[in-house]
């Protein structure tokens, strides 16, 4: 069964640190994978998107995330955050007209 | 361009009322999706038009949830009647063919 599984419902970091927010997708044959995130009281909006190609995919306000066939991986990563990243993350799968998302990761900002 | 729109973003409805959610898809985009996303449940597929043309109804959402797209550039989402178990952010999305969805800020509705 196609599925996407975000292992953590919460990250605390603090502001400047490093973060990678973990996802797992199950899906058979090629997957298209996105991130996006949600600001409280808004709509979710795109970070980055990966269709078969370069494994490492940019996307905006500096987060990259990378995926892995092998491991079934597709983890989001940020090399300092900010306290505007206060926000909830959502992994999600396709291969055809169906997102399947995951259950989000509440991510927190620590001064 | 124009993002995609919601209307209204706020509604309080009274058990068994009728509410209308309304969408504006992005221009030029051919899918359009609604959602209903709850705390516990999540993100969840109401249905899904291609093309003004409905898709997916959702299921289990059939018995008192109709979407409708009366144009490429409009569509509704009824609920009749309405239940307290309905209160959520209820999301429209569009898209061009399989490609990414662009969320509008969702209606969030409360029903007492």
């Known amino acids: 069964a196609q599925s996407v599984t975000q292992p953590d419902a919460r990250v605390t970091v603090s502001e400047g640190a490093s973060l990678q927010l973990r996802c797992k997708y199950s899906y058979f044959g090629t997957p298209y994978l996105f991130w996006y995130v949600q600001y409280p009281r808004q709509g979710l909006q795109l970070l980055l998107k990966y269709y078969p190609g370069d494994p490492v995919v940019q996307g905006v306000n500096g987060f990259e995330a990378e995926f892995s066939k092998s491991n079934s991986s597709f983890h989001l990563r940020k090399a300092s955050v900010h306290w505007s990243d206060w926000a909830v993350y959502f992994c999600a799968v396709t291969g055809s007209w169906q997102l399947i998302f995951g259950s989000g990761t509440q991510l927190t900002v620590m001064p | 361009d124009a993002g995609v729109t919601q209307t209204p973003r706020h509604e309080v409805a009274e058990k068994g009322q009728t509410i209308i959610l309304k969408c504006e898809p992005v221009s030029g985009h051919n899918d359009l999706f609604w959602y209903r996303q709850t705390k516990i449940q999540g993100l969840e597929l109401l249905s899904y038009?291609?093309?003004?043309?409905?898709?997916?109804d959702g299921g289990a959402f059939k018995d008192r949830f109709k979407a409708e797209m009366l144009n490429s550039s409009f569509s509704t989402l009824k609920i009749q009647p309405t239940e307290p178990k309905d209160s959520a952010v209820y999301l429209c999305?569009?898209?061009?063919?399989?490609?990414?969805?662009?969320f509008g800020p969702g209606t969030r509705l409360t029903v007492l």
């Open positions: 999305a569009s898209g061009v063919n399989y490609a990414e969805q662009f």
């Open positions: 038009f291609r093309s003004k043309s409905l898709m997916e």
